[in-house]
């Protein structure tokens, strides 16, 4: 059982919205920054966002970040099938002195 | 351009080790904290451990405490993982990745080098 929570599965059609959510507490997400990455099977993990909301260099604007106390949610607007993969929230944890990561959220697009 | 590549997997039998390695190029390796995630079989990611860009901290995923050891040379611009009284849930890709900023944000993953624990 991962220490932050997300959905299992979430599922939209493409050009449509769709937010994936990811709950803690205020030892990691409430008061430390979070990072989102996206994975495809096989391939390497990508981050897609970090400090709770900025997007790196190359990854576009369709993907956006937020935070509301010790909860997260990412969204992705215009949903395309290439955005079918597994999303990860992460944060550090006061508590646990180490990187706690959410179980996975996997993405269909209809 | 950044580079991180993994070696060192394998199959190896239950209770014996193996020393992962991730060799980095084109930054300054000196620089950053490292870290190592792994992914098991039909689970997702897992952290497994972090040090800082000198070596003075290290922590631990709690699955992997006592058994796993993280360490670095910046001489060799090295990143390692010694694995200690494998378990078949060990199994998995391991990738090293490098820290940019908050601890949380791993900015760039090497491709990975897999682990089979197996009798």
């Known amino acids: 059982q991962s220490v932050l929570t997300q959905p299992p599965s979430v599922s939209a059609a493409p050009g449509q919205k769709v937010t994936i959510s990811c709950s803690g507490t205020s030892s990691n997400i409430g008061n430390n920054y979070v990072s989102w990455y996206q994975h495809f099977p096989g391939t390497v993990p990508k981050l897609l966002i970090y400090d709770d909301n900025k997007r790196p260099s190359g990854i576009p604007d369709r993907f956006s970040g937020s935070k509301s106390g010790t909860s997260v949610t990412l969204a992705i607007t215009g949903l395309q099938t290439g955005d079918e993969a597994d999303y990860y929230c992460g944060a550090w944890d006061d508590s646990l002195s180490g990187v706690v990561l959410g179980g996975g959220t996997k993405l269909t697009v209809l | 351009q950044v580079q991180l590549v993994e070696s060192g997997g394998g199959v190896v039998q239950p209770g014996r080790s193996l020393r992962l390695s991730c060799a980095a190029s084109?930054?300054?390796?000196?620089?950053?904290?490292m870290q190592w995630v792994r992914q098991t079989p039909g689970k997702g990611l897992e952290w497994v451990a972090l040090?800082?860009?000198?070596?003075?901290?290290?922590y631990y995923g709690d699955s992997v405490k006592g058994r796993f050891t993280i360490s670095r040379d910046n001489s060799k611009n090295t990143l390692y993982l010694q694995t200690n009284s494998l378990r078949p849930e060990d199994t998995g890709f391991y990738y090293c990745?490098?820290?940019?900023?908050?601890?949380?944000?791993?900015?760039?993953w090497g491709q990975g080098t897999l682990v089979t624990v197996s009798s």
């Open positions: 990745a490098r820290t940019d900023g908050d601890w949380s944000r791993l900015d760039y």
């Open positions: 040090i800082t860009y000198d070596g003075s901290r290290k």
């Open positions: 084109g930054f300054t390796f000196n620089g950053y904290t």
